[in-house]
């Protein structure tokens, strides 16, 4: 009766594990970018089934120089470690990367009981109340790329034949997952670069397109005029310009264009005008570019410019804003003076805001100011006389 009640006791364990592995193997089928969430449902699966106090995945970068813990999953009452745990440097565990890399299963079932080479790593684990756990490594392609575990810390656990079983059709379940992941990663950014790479040259063809027209301009007897002015619209200046920089304009996540449809035309010189939103532009794509690098490593920020035009009495008005870094007062009163710049000395002259003061002001009796953007960064606002 005593080895029938095994037998039975061992089916059971069978069939849930089989369950548990089942499970998790229809989830991550279904596994893409966007979707990394399923990651989790299946550690919360093979936790529960495992009856574990947190399962977990660390994944290494930088030459398994550090790793961090990307996807947990923690028992009701148990508290989470995943935000103790990034950025760790992986020379303070030898032993337990030494394990690692030999393609090694790390079961240990009383941490008290770890050998005398993992000192480092029993106390790390004491630390965070383990009193037992189970890791095994998880390769994509021959190559190490991160370990699944298991913890307990509520008592020791035996991880029996069984338990080590699961966990290793479970690494390589996520294994599989993980490469696929990759690969789509590596698709997406190689269409991404595509697109690049074809804004750029429609942006080279635009700038042909627009040296041409300006040869063209500059043999016209229009321009041979005393006025050298036409009746022009703007909005479509505007548009113009962004194609002529579509490629730059990418550092931007979100471009805002509210543009009034019954803005009259304006008396101006299409050269210049768009010159002087183009040296604008130009300006907030070096604000947001700087603002990138100053950025912490992991930290985001969405890129935004917005462009409004609209009629104001007898002026029509054009307002170009960033989120960029802005400017302290005493740049903000020095902006348009020449080759006043914040720039090095290898990026700019400082004589692009200077140009587009004497274009607006003396050539079109319009004015030109510099504010704070409604996001704290940089807002040139334009008025040329209807």
């Known amino acids: 009766m005593k080895v029938n009640g095994i037998n039975e006791s061992s089916n059971v364990e069978t069939i849930i594990f089989e369950q548990i592995i089942s499970k998790i193997s229809s989830k991550l089928i279904h596994l893409h970018l966007g979707k990394e969430y399923l990651i989790e449902q299946s550690l919360e699966d093979l936790g529960k089934g495992m009856k574990a106090s947190r399962s977990y995945i660390f994944l290494f970068r930088e030459d398994l120089e550090y790793m961090d813990n990307v996807y947990e999953w923690c028992e009701k009452g148990v508290s989470s470690e995943k935000d103790n745990l990034q950025n760790m440097n992986t020379q303070i565990c030898p032993w337990w990367m030494e394990n690692l890399i030999k393609n090694e299963m790390i079961v240990i079932e009383d941490i008290e009981d770890m050998p005398l080479e993992a000192e480092i790593e029993k106390e790390i684990l004491l630390e965070q109340g383990i009193k037992s756990l189970i890791v095994l490594p998880i390769f994509n392609k021959d190559m190490l790329i991160g370990y699944i575990g298991l913890d307990n810390i509520f008592e020791t656990k035996n991880w029996n034949k069984e338990c080590q079983l699961v966990l290793k059709l479970t690494s390589e379940i996520f294994s599989a997952a993980f490469s696929r992941l990759q690969n789509e990663k590596e698709l997406q950014s190689a269409n991404e670069e595509l697109v690049k790479q074809q804004k750029h040259i429609t942006s080279l063809k635009a700038q042909i397109i627009q040296q041409e027209e300006m040869l063209k301009l500059s043999k016209s007897e229009e ?110 009163n020095k902006l348009f003076e020449p080759f006043f710049s914040t720039k090095g000395l290898e990026e700019g002259t400082g004589l692009g805001l200077a140009i587009a003061y004497d274009i607006i002001t003396n050539k079109h009796k319009g004015e030109i100011q510099a504010s704070e953007s409604e996001w704290n960064g940089a807002k040139f606002t334009i008025k040329l006389p209807l």
């Open 223 to 332: 321009l041979l005029k005393p006025i050298g002015l036409n009746e022009e619209n703007f909005n479509k200046m505007v548009e113009y310009v962004l194609d002529i920089l579509s490629f730059d304009m990418m550092v931007f996540d979100e471009i805002k264009l509210n543009l009034s449809e019954n803005l009259p035309n304006v008396l101006c010189n299409k050269i210049e005008i768009s010159q002087v939103i183009m040296n604008i532009l130009k300006n907030s794509i070096y604000e947001i570019n700087k603002k990138k690098k100053l950025l912490e490593e992991g930290q985001k920020n969405i890129n935004i410019l917005k462009i409004d035009t609209y009629k104001e009495n007898e002026y029509l008005v054009c307002e170009i804003s960033d989120n960029g870094i802005g400017f302290s007062d005493e740049v903000q």
